[in-house]
Each structure stands twice: as structure tokens, then as C-alpha cells.
């Protein structure tokens, strides 16, 4: 069984500050993680995952996660963020190569001017 | 390459009334999954094909729910009759295999009232 737990439902930061958003979770098996955005009445777009290997993760947009086994952590990070960057974005968990999803209940990152 | 389509976008009934929604999955996808996500949670799975064939349907509420993927292409997801507690966007997703990227549709936002 697994579980993500988002820290925080909504985060707000200015026009080029640093973008962090905090994923915790748990597995019972080697995890795989992903993130994903969400942008008002669409899909969800996969930024970035872990599988296996490197534990820096780089997506896209300039999005990017580490891997910490020992403290069952995957958060998202962004050195400046962009208006255009505002949107939900969900944290997901796998437990290993059948990417049958477990999500987060999602943060909202809005970004002032 | 198309998307994952979804039709309608938007649906409103009433309570006991029944809905049904429509998934086209990328071409040559085998593996369909529509997903629940209530306002304010993340997506939860309710289905899970494989082909034609159900892999996964644990979390759907059987006795007012259905699901289908004839051909192993199209899928349609059902409700009769709807509960106020199914208002919800209903999101379709598609993948190579069940050990694949997911790629997700814009989903169907239904409001039962």
C-alpha cells in the first residue's frame, strides 16, 4: 500500500522567488514518484518522475525533485518562478513498475507580480 | 500525435439521473484508466483496462457505476442513478502498457444539483 502527503494546499511566492513544494510518502516497496501539473479546466502533465538511478530528477519548465530515501521525501523545486507557473500540482506515488497512481491531494502555487 | 479525448466537457443533471462519459485513448494505448478527482483531492482511480479487459476496478462504487472498453479502444463510464457526491471531474488517461507513462484528457466536469 502506499500514501503521499502534500504539505500545504496552497503556497504563494512572488515573481522569481523560489518555488518549493513539499512531497512526503510512503511505500511498501521501492517507490516510483512522479509530479505532475494541473492548469485550470485541463488535464494533468507529467513534469518529472523517479524510477530508478539518480535521485535529482529534472523536468520540464525548469522543474526539478530529489529523492530522499531516508526521509520518504520528494519535493518539487523551481529557482525562479513565472507567472506562468501558477497552477495545481500533484505529487504521485507508485509502488515500483506497475504505475498503478497513488495522489496527493494537490497544492495550488499561485505567483504574484 | 493526438491527446486522449474526452466528451462531453462539461455535464449538469440532477440527482437520480443517469450520465455516461466517453474516453478516446492515444492510438495503440492498451491501457485505459478513468480516474475520480473531487474538488480539492487529488484523482482517485476508480478503473483500470487492460485491452478490453478490466485489471483493476476496486475502488468503483459497482452498484451505480459502469465501465466498458469495447475493441479495446473507446471507453465509456456510466452513472445511474447519480448522487449529489459524484459531482466531480471524471479524467480518462491512456498508456503504452500498465509499466508506462499515463497521458491524461482534459476530463469531464459533471455538477449534479
Known amino acids: 500500500a502506499q500514501s503521499v502527503t502534500q504539505l500545504g494546499s496552497h503556497v504563494s511566492v512572488s515573481e522569481g522567488a523560489l518555488v518549493l513544494l513539499r512531497c512526503n510518502y510512503s511505500s511498501s516497496v521501492p517507490p516510483y514518484l512522479f509530479w505532475y501539473v494541473q492548469y485550470p479546466n485541463q488535464g494533468l502533465q507529467l513534469l518529472l518522475k523517479y524510477t530508478t538511478g539518480a535521485t535529482l530528477v529534472k523536468g520540464i519548465n525548469g522543474f526539478e525533485a530529489e529523492f530522499k530515501k531516508s526521509e520518504t521525501s520528494f519535493h518539487l523545486t523551481k529557482p525562479s518562478a513565472h507567472m506562468s507557473d501558477a497552477a495545481e500540482y500533484f505529487c504521485a506515488v507508485s509502488g515500483g513498475s506497475n504505475y498503478k497512481l497513488t495522489f496527493g491531494k494537490g497544492t495550488l502555487l499561485t505567483v504574484n507580480p | 500525435e493526438a491527446g486522449v479525448a474526452q466528451s462531453p466537457r462539461y455535464k449538469i443533471i440532477e440527482k437520480r439521473q443517469s450520465v455516461a462519459f466517453w474516453c478516446n485513448p492515444i492510438?495503440?494505448?492498451?491501457?485505459l484508466y478513468w480516474y475520480q478527482q473531487i474538488l480539492g483531492q487529488g484523482p482517485k482511480l476508480l478503473i483500470q483496462f487492460q485491452n478490453n479487459g478490466v485489471v483493476d476496478d476496486s475502488q468503483l462504487p459497482k452498484d451505480r457505476f459502469s465501465a466498458e472498453r469495447l475493441k479495446g479502444v473507446d471507453s465509456t463510464l456510466k452513472i445511474q442513478p447519480a448522487k449529489l457526491e459524484d459531482s466531480a471531474v471524471y479524467l480518462c488517461a491512456s498508456s503504452p502498457d500498465a509499466h508506462r507513462e499515463q497521458y491524461f484528457g482534459p476530463g469531464t466536469r459533471l455538477t449534479v444539483t
Open positions: 492510438s495503440g494505448h492498451a491501457t
